[in-house]
């Protein structure tokens, strides 16, 4: 069982960064990926990027690219989001992923087996 806890959320100004960190405990082994996703309200969960734990590989969702940076720090198990030109259309609760079993980049919500309980970002105008 892999155990995710977001923390980094919270209140920005449009054009500003908050930086998100996603620690991940447990039995980690066989995690292939671990990704971000984020649900504002009345909407479906969206993908926003992915990273591999084994060679940095990354994947982003296009409205965040250019814009979002994941990285890890596999030695802490832990995960990042920097988040830079801030919209309010990024208004959302983030949430952390892991997913094992197969290995590859997915943004696909199913192919993600662990979850965290998310971190509010809020980007006013």
């Known amino acids: 069982q892999v155990q995710l806890v977001e923390s980094g959320g919270g209140l920005v100004q449009a054009g500003g960064s908050l930086r998100l960190s996603c620690a991940a405990s447990?039995?980690?082994?066989?995690?292939?990926?671990m990704g971000w996703f984020r649900q504002a309200p009345g909407k479906e969960r969206e993908f926003v990027a992915a990273i591999s734990w084994s060679d940095g590989t990354t994947y982003y969702a296009d409205s965040v690219k250019g814009r979002f940076t994941i990285s890890r720090d596999n030695a802490k198990n832990t995960v990042y989001l920097q988040m830079n030109s801030l919209k309010p259309e990024d208004t959302a609760v983030y949430y952390c992923a892991a997913r094992t079993g197969r290995w590859g980049l997915t943004g696909r919500l199913g192919e993600y087996d662990y979850w965290g309980q998310g971190t509010q970002v809020t980007v006013s105008s």
């Open positions: 447990g039995r980690t082994f066989g995690s292939y990926s």
